[in-house]
Protein backbone atom coordinates (compact mmCIF):
# COMPACT_ATOMS: atom_id res chain seq x y z
CA UNK A 1 0.00 0.00 0.00
CA UNK A 2 1.03 3.38 -0.80
CA UNK A 3 1.58 5.92 1.66
CA UNK A 4 -0.15 9.34 0.52
CA UNK A 5 2.83 11.19 0.76
CA UNK A 6 3.48 14.46 -1.87
CA UNK A 7 6.94 14.15 -3.89
CA UNK A 8 8.83 17.21 -1.42
CA UNK A 9 7.05 15.14 1.91
CA UNK A 10 9.16 11.85 0.41
CA UNK A 11 12.15 13.57 -0.32
CA UNK A 12 12.28 15.36 3.42
CA UNK A 13 11.08 12.33 5.65
CA UNK A 14 12.59 9.81 4.11
CA UNK A 15 14.85 9.30 7.62
CA UNK A 16 17.72 6.65 8.63
CA UNK A 17 15.47 4.57 10.57
CA UNK A 18 17.11 2.68 13.85
CA UNK A 19 14.75 2.59 16.50
CA UNK A 20 11.79 2.06 14.09
CA UNK A 21 12.21 -0.43 12.55
CA UNK A 22 9.40 -3.21 13.51
CA UNK A 23 11.20 -6.73 13.87
CA UNK A 24 8.46 -8.70 14.52
CA UNK A 25 6.70 -8.10 10.67
CA UNK A 26 7.32 -10.25 8.31
CA UNK A 27 8.42 -8.35 4.79
CA UNK A 28 7.83 -9.94 2.08
CA UNK A 29 10.00 -10.65 -0.39
CA UNK A 30 7.25 -9.38 -3.55
CA UNK A 31 7.86 -5.88 -1.33
CA UNK A 32 11.40 -5.43 -1.46
CA UNK A 33 11.67 -6.67 -5.33
CA UNK A 34 9.28 -4.07 -5.94
CA UNK A 35 11.14 -1.52 -4.46
CA UNK A 36 14.62 -2.38 -6.08
CA UNK A 37 12.68 -2.60 -9.74
CA UNK A 38 11.51 1.00 -8.64
CA UNK A 39 15.26 1.69 -7.99
CA UNK A 40 16.59 0.27 -11.10
CA UNK A 41 15.52 2.86 -12.73
CA UNK A 42 18.35 5.58 -11.34
CA UNK A 43 20.97 6.86 -13.53
CA UNK A 44 24.25 5.15 -14.07
CA UNK A 45 27.54 5.59 -15.82
CA UNK A 46 26.62 4.82 -19.50
CA UNK A 47 23.85 2.59 -18.53
CA UNK A 48 26.51 -0.55 -17.95
CA UNK A 49 23.89 -1.82 -14.93
CA UNK A 50 26.57 -3.40 -13.04
CA UNK A 51 24.60 -3.81 -9.92
CA UNK A 52 23.96 -6.96 -8.29
CA UNK A 53 22.03 -6.90 -5.20
CA UNK A 54 22.59 -9.22 -2.17
CA UNK A 55 19.13 -9.56 -0.13
CA UNK A 56 19.68 -11.57 2.83
CA UNK A 57 16.48 -12.87 4.71
CA UNK A 58 17.94 -16.55 5.99
CA UNK A 59 17.80 -15.72 10.04
CA UNK A 60 21.22 -17.87 10.03
CA UNK A 61 22.68 -15.69 7.29
CA UNK A 62 21.34 -12.75 8.98
CA UNK A 63 23.03 -13.58 12.33
CA UNK A 64 26.64 -13.97 10.62
CA UNK A 65 25.98 -10.50 8.64
CA UNK A 66 24.84 -9.27 12.25
CA UNK A 67 28.16 -10.27 13.76
CA UNK A 68 30.79 -9.12 11.07
CA UNK A 69 28.75 -5.32 11.83
CA UNK A 70 29.34 -5.21 15.46
CA UNK A 71 32.63 -6.48 14.73
CA UNK A 72 33.81 -4.05 12.36
CA UNK A 73 31.84 -1.78 15.01
CA UNK A 74 34.50 -2.72 17.15
CA UNK A 75 37.19 -2.31 14.66
CA UNK A 76 35.99 1.41 13.51
CA UNK A 77 36.41 2.70 17.36
CA UNK A 78 39.49 0.98 17.75
CA UNK A 79 40.59 2.97 14.92
CA UNK A 80 38.93 6.03 16.23
CA UNK A 81 41.22 6.19 19.35
CA UNK A 82 44.28 5.69 16.85
CA UNK A 83 45.71 9.46 16.37
CA UNK A 84 46.97 8.40 13.13
CA UNK A 85 43.47 7.68 12.12
CA UNK A 86 41.99 9.80 9.31
CA UNK A 87 38.30 8.96 10.19
CA UNK A 88 36.62 12.24 10.93
CA UNK A 89 36.37 12.83 14.82
CA UNK A 90 32.44 13.32 16.07
CA UNK A 91 31.76 15.23 19.62
CA UNK A 92 30.12 13.33 21.56
CA UNK A 93 30.03 16.78 23.80
CA UNK A 94 27.07 17.49 21.19
CA UNK A 95 23.23 16.59 22.59
CA UNK A 96 22.47 15.48 18.90
CA UNK A 97 26.05 13.44 18.53
CA UNK A 98 25.03 11.66 21.70
CA UNK A 99 21.47 10.45 20.21
CA UNK A 100 22.71 9.54 17.39
CA UNK A 101 25.09 7.37 18.97
CA UNK A 102 22.44 5.56 20.93
CA UNK A 103 20.60 5.08 17.92
CA UNK A 104 23.88 3.69 15.68
CA UNK A 105 23.83 1.42 18.80
CA UNK A 106 20.68 0.05 18.86
CA UNK A 107 20.68 -0.77 15.27
CA UNK A 108 24.23 -2.38 16.04
CA UNK A 109 22.30 -4.66 18.56
CA UNK A 110 19.50 -5.71 16.75
CA UNK A 111 20.96 -5.92 13.40
CA UNK A 112 20.26 -9.98 13.98
CA UNK A 113 16.42 -9.46 14.32
CA UNK A 114 16.16 -6.42 10.93
CA UNK A 115 13.71 -8.84 8.48
CA UNK A 116 16.03 -8.52 5.24
CA UNK A 117 19.48 -6.91 5.08
CA UNK A 118 20.43 -5.39 1.27
CA UNK A 119 24.01 -5.36 0.44
CA UNK A 120 24.46 -3.00 -2.74
CA UNK A 121 27.04 -4.89 -5.32
CA UNK A 122 28.75 -3.17 -8.09
CA UNK A 123 31.58 -4.34 -10.46
CA UNK A 124 35.21 -3.25 -10.17
CA UNK A 125 37.31 -2.14 -7.30
CA UNK A 126 37.23 1.76 -6.90
CA UNK A 127 40.36 1.03 -4.25
CA UNK A 128 43.41 4.09 -5.65
CA UNK A 129 41.82 4.60 -8.54
CA UNK A 130 41.73 8.32 -9.93
CA UNK A 131 38.67 10.74 -8.77
CA UNK A 132 36.92 10.21 -12.46
CA UNK A 133 36.65 6.40 -12.03
CA UNK A 134 35.56 6.33 -8.46
CA UNK A 135 32.70 8.72 -9.06
CA UNK A 136 31.79 6.78 -12.29
CA UNK A 137 31.35 3.67 -10.12
CA UNK A 138 29.84 5.33 -6.85
CA UNK A 139 27.92 7.27 -8.83
CA UNK A 140 26.81 3.93 -10.59
CA UNK A 141 24.87 2.64 -7.44
CA UNK A 142 24.34 5.32 -4.84
CA UNK A 143 21.44 7.10 -6.83
CA UNK A 144 19.97 2.99 -7.05
CA UNK A 145 20.23 2.56 -3.31
CA UNK A 146 18.46 6.11 -2.51
CA UNK A 147 16.04 5.65 -4.83
CA UNK A 148 15.11 2.28 -3.16
CA UNK A 149 14.88 3.77 0.21
CA UNK A 150 12.35 6.36 -1.15
CA UNK A 151 10.54 3.41 -2.76
CA UNK A 152 10.60 1.69 0.62
CA UNK A 153 9.31 4.98 2.73
CA UNK A 154 6.38 4.82 -0.06
CA UNK A 155 5.36 1.97 1.24
CA UNK A 156 5.54 2.28 4.95
CA UNK A 157 8.92 0.56 5.29
CA UNK A 158 12.32 2.07 6.36
CA UNK A 159 15.94 1.71 6.18
CA UNK A 160 19.32 3.25 6.98
CA UNK A 161 22.50 3.97 5.43
CA UNK A 162 25.25 1.87 6.73
CA UNK A 163 28.82 1.38 5.70
CA UNK A 164 30.32 0.48 8.80
CA UNK A 165 30.88 -3.28 8.05
CA UNK A 166 33.25 -2.10 4.84
CA UNK A 167 36.02 -2.14 7.39
CA UNK A 168 35.40 -6.07 6.86
CA UNK A 169 34.58 -6.27 3.55
CA UNK A 170 36.39 -8.93 2.54
CA UNK A 171 34.83 -11.21 4.99
CA UNK A 172 31.69 -9.96 4.24
CA UNK A 173 32.52 -10.95 0.77
CA UNK A 174 33.20 -14.41 2.05
CA UNK A 175 30.42 -14.86 4.04
CA UNK A 176 28.20 -13.99 1.02
CA UNK A 177 29.79 -15.47 -2.15
CA UNK A 178 30.44 -12.31 -3.35
CA UNK A 179 33.78 -12.35 -5.45
CA UNK A 180 35.60 -9.59 -3.48
CA UNK A 181 38.33 -8.62 -6.19
CA UNK A 182 35.75 -8.42 -9.19
CA UNK A 183 32.84 -6.43 -7.43
CA UNK A 184 32.51 -3.79 -4.32
CA UNK A 185 30.18 -3.67 -1.95
CA UNK A 186 28.43 -0.43 -1.25
CA UNK A 187 27.06 -0.93 2.15
CA UNK A 188 23.96 -2.23 4.30
CA UNK A 189 20.84 -1.39 4.41
CA UNK A 190 18.70 -2.88 6.99
CA UNK A 191 15.35 -3.05 5.85
CA UNK A 192 11.81 -3.46 7.80
CA UNK A 193 8.41 -1.87 8.04
CA UNK A 194 8.50 0.97 10.39
CA UNK A 195 6.51 1.55 13.64
CA UNK A 196 4.24 4.23 12.67
CA UNK A 197 5.08 5.92 9.24
CA UNK A 198 4.64 9.52 11.04
CA UNK A 199 8.56 11.30 10.37
CA UNK A 200 9.64 15.06 10.30
CA UNK A 201 12.14 16.65 8.23
CA UNK A 202 15.53 16.54 9.58
CA UNK A 203 17.48 19.90 10.93
CA UNK A 204 19.90 20.48 8.44
CA UNK A 205 22.28 23.60 7.37
CA UNK A 206 20.62 26.34 5.76
CA UNK A 207 21.24 26.02 2.26
CA UNK A 208 22.90 29.56 2.13
CA UNK A 209 25.37 28.33 4.52
CA UNK A 210 26.23 25.93 1.90
CA UNK A 211 25.93 27.71 -1.60
CA UNK A 212 28.47 29.56 -3.62
CA UNK A 213 27.09 31.02 -6.98
CA UNK A 214 29.70 31.55 -9.89
CA UNK A 215 32.70 31.37 -7.15
CA UNK A 216 33.31 29.65 -4.05
CA UNK A 217 33.85 33.06 -2.29
CA UNK A 218 31.10 34.06 -2.96
CA UNK A 219 27.66 33.46 -1.10
C1 LIG B 1 27.75 7.41 3.77
C2 LIG B 1 26.90 7.13 4.99
C3 LIG B 1 27.34 6.22 5.94
C4 LIG B 1 26.56 5.91 7.06
N1 LIG B 1 26.97 4.93 7.93
C5 LIG B 1 26.16 4.57 8.94
C6 LIG B 1 26.47 3.42 9.72
O1 LIG B 1 27.47 2.72 9.48
N2 LIG B 1 25.64 3.08 10.72
C7 LIG B 1 24.49 3.78 10.97
O2 LIG B 1 23.74 3.40 11.89
N3 LIG B 1 24.15 4.87 10.24
C8 LIG B 1 24.95 5.26 9.21
N4 LIG B 1 24.60 6.32 8.40
C9 LIG B 1 23.34 7.05 8.63
C10 LIG B 1 23.58 8.49 9.10
O3 LIG B 1 23.92 8.49 10.46
C11 LIG B 1 22.31 9.30 8.82
O4 LIG B 1 22.08 9.33 7.44
C12 LIG B 1 22.44 10.73 9.32
O5 LIG B 1 22.60 10.74 10.72
C13 LIG B 1 21.23 11.57 8.95
O6 LIG B 1 20.08 10.95 9.44
P1 LIG B 1 18.64 11.53 9.08
O7 LIG B 1 18.53 11.56 7.60
O8 LIG B 1 17.65 10.59 9.70
O9 LIG B 1 18.57 12.92 9.65
C14 LIG B 1 25.35 6.60 7.27
C15 LIG B 1 24.90 7.52 6.30
C16 LIG B 1 25.65 7.76 5.16
C17 LIG B 1 25.10 8.68 4.10
Redesign the pocket.
Given at each position: MLLELSPDQLLTTT??V?RRLDFDRPVPRAIVEECLNLALQAPNGSNQQTWQWVLVDDPEVRTAVAQLYAASMAQHLEELQSAASTIPKIDYSDEGNAR?TAS?NY?LENMHRVPVLVIPTFAGRPDGARPFLQASMWGSILPAVWSFMLALRSRGLGS?????HLHKEREMAELLGVPFERRTQAGLFPVAYTLGTDFKP?RRRPVQEVVHWNCWSRK
Amino acid sequence: MLLELSPDQLLTTTRAVRRRLDFDRPVPRAIVEECLNLALQAPNGSNQQTWQWVLVDDPEVRTAVAQLYAASMAQHLEELQSAASTIPKIDYSDEGNARLTASVNYLLENMHRVPVLVIPTFAGRPDGARPFLQASMWGSILPAVWSFMLALRSRGLGSAWTTIHLHKEREMAELLGVPFERRTQAGLFPVAYTLGTDFKPARRRPVQEVVHWNCWSRK
